[in-house]
């Protein structure tokens, strides 16, 4: 993990051009998503050998993680910019604890569950669901004189809570109908 990290900061510190699908940018996400699901389950062990541990180890991920995000530089991982290598990894470490920390703590249910298994649909149709919502706000603005509010922290939630609701549908299908049939085709080679 540590090679191919390192990968990622030589292409974004020496490479003049970004390579094509962000290619460059994906030795960094690799090696964030390897410490993460490496770091899991030690993580979950530590915090349950101290005293107050999940509580306590929540507390100083959260705080390392705030503070070196606020010294670090702008961050987009997008275009490969991570600002300070020391302050990017150990602000994203931080912050990978601090999601498993949550997630461990938060109890398994059927929303959550759909939302993982679904991700990558999700990814994919999120956007045209975005595009669907914003034409019928033209529409409605235009017929019933309907004013759209700024992007608040409330109408994000709701267009996102829009967003998947409007995906439902269609991953069904694709579950059902797509996936169902493409295991049941043999390999061509065997």
């Known amino acids: ?23 460059g940018t994906a030795f960094t996400g690799i090696g964030l998503f390897g410490i993460g699901f490496l770091a899991k389950d ?7 050998r101290i005293l107050f541990g999940k509580f ?7 705080a390392t993680s705030l503070v070196f ?9 997008g275009a490969n910019r991570m600002g300070s290598y020391f302050y990017f990894y150990v602000a994203s470490f931080s912050g990978i604890g601090l999601c498993i920390l949550v997630s461990k703590a938060i109890p398994e249910n059927m929303i959550f569950s759909f939302v993982g298994r679904n991700s990558l649909a999700i990814l994919a149709l999120h956007l045209p669901a975005y595009l669907v919502i914003r034409g019928v706000e ?30 439902v549908p269609i991953i069904y ?3 059902r109908y797509l ?12």
């Open 138 to 167: 033209k529409v409605m603005v235009r017929v019933v004189g309907l004013t759209i509010p700024g992007m608040s922290l409330w109408s994000m939630m709701f267009y996102s809570i829009i967003q998947l609701l409007m995906t």
């Open 69 to 77: 995000s606020y010294l670090n530089d702008f961050v987009n991982l």
């Open 56 to 62: 306590l180890l929540f507390i100083v991920l959260l």
């Open 179 to 190: 996936l169902s049939r493409a295991m049941l085709i043999p390999h061509p080679r065997g």
């Open 1 to 23: 993990m540590l090679l191919i990290s390192i990968i990622g900061q030589l292409d974004r510190l020496y490479l003049p051009f970004r390579l094509p699908w962000s290619f």
């Open 173 to 175: 299908v694709i579950n």
């Open 42 to 48: 030690a993580l979950m062990s530590l915090s349950n």
